[in-house]
C-alpha cells in the first residue's frame, strides 16, 4: 500500500483531503498491480466477442480475428516491451454481450476488444480508450413493408439486441421525434433477425456496421434493406477498468501512433474493404472510413 504524502513546511493535510488522496493512491496501486499481475503471469487476459465480426468473431479455424483484435495485438506487443516480457501470451476469453461490464469491472479480463460502445453509463463502471471506430445504430427493414424512412415505424414494433446501446438508441430517438414505437429486446442477432423475418418487428435496430455483416450473410439479402437515417453516432473504443489510467495511456498511445503512422488505416482497410474470411464465404463490406473516424485517429 503506497504512503501517504508527508505534510511539510507547516501545511496540513485536512480529513476532509483524505479520501481523496486515499482513493488517488488507490487507483495508482490498482493500475500498478495489473501490469504486475500480467507481468507474473506472462499472461494478458483479453476479452473479445464472437459474433461481432468484423471487429471481433471466432474465425474458420474458431480462433479470434478482426479489426478490435489487431489493435489489442498491437497493445499486447507494446506491453510486452514495457514490462520486459519476451513470452507474453494472451489468453482471448469470450464475453456474451450482457457480460461485458462485468468481466471489465471485476478484472477478468484487462482488455476488452469488440466493438463497445463508450458511453457515459458504461464510464461510471469501466473505462475507455480513444476512439477506434465511429459507428451508428441503423435500422434494417423489409422492402415489402414499404418503409424508407424511420418516421415511417411511428406507432410499430421494432427489436434490439438486449444489453447493447441500440435499445437506448431506439428508445431515445422514438420519444425526441414522438414517434412512439416500441422496442423488444432479444436475446442475440438471430433472434432479432428472426423477428423481424417473421413480420413480428417492423425494424431491425443494431450498430450499422453489424447490420451491415448480417445483412450480407443472407441468402434473400435483396429482400431486406438499411435505411438510410441513423438513430444515433456512437464511439467504440476498447474498454478496460475504470481505474487502470496506466493502462488507458499505453492504450491510447498505441492507438496514437497507430493513427499517425498510417497502421491504424491499414487495419481499416483489411477489415472494412476487403473482403474477410466467414464461416462459408468471404465478404467485403466496402465500407469507407468516416470523416469522423479520420479525425478521431489524427486527433493528438
Sequence with gaps: MPTLPTVSLGRVLTAAALPAVVLACSAQAHAQATFEKIAARHQINIGYREDSAP??????????????????????????????????????????????????????????????????????????????FVDHVGVMVRKKDGIAKLEQLAGKQLVAIRSTTAVKAVEDFGQGKSLAWKVEGALNPEAALSQLQLGWAQGYARDSVQLSMQLADLKDADQYAILPDSLSSEPIAIALRKDDAAMRELVDGVI??????????????????????????SKALGLAMSPELKAALAAR
Design 55 to 132: 471487429f471481433s468473431y471466432a474465425g474458420r479455424d474458431k480462433k479470434p480475428v478482426g479489426y478490435s483484435i489487431d489493435v489489442c495485438e498491437a497493445v499486447t506487443t507494446r506491453l510486452a516491451t514495457k514490462l520486459g516480457v519476451k513470452d507474453l501470451r494472451i489468453n482471448y476469453v469470450p464475453i456474451a454481450v450482457d457480460r461485458i461490464v462485468t468481466f471489465v469491472k471485476n478484472g477478468s479480463v484487462d482488455l476488452l476488444c469488440a466493438n463497445t460502445t463508450d458511453t457515459p453509463e458504461r464510464r461510471e463502471q469501466m473505462a475507455f480508450s480513444r476512439p477506434i
Design 256 to 281: 496514437a501512433e497507430a493513427g499517425a503512422s498510417g497502421q491504424a488505416a491499414s487495419w481499416y482497410d483489411k477489415w472494412f474493404m476487403r473482403p474477410i474470411a466467414m464461416d462459408k464465404a
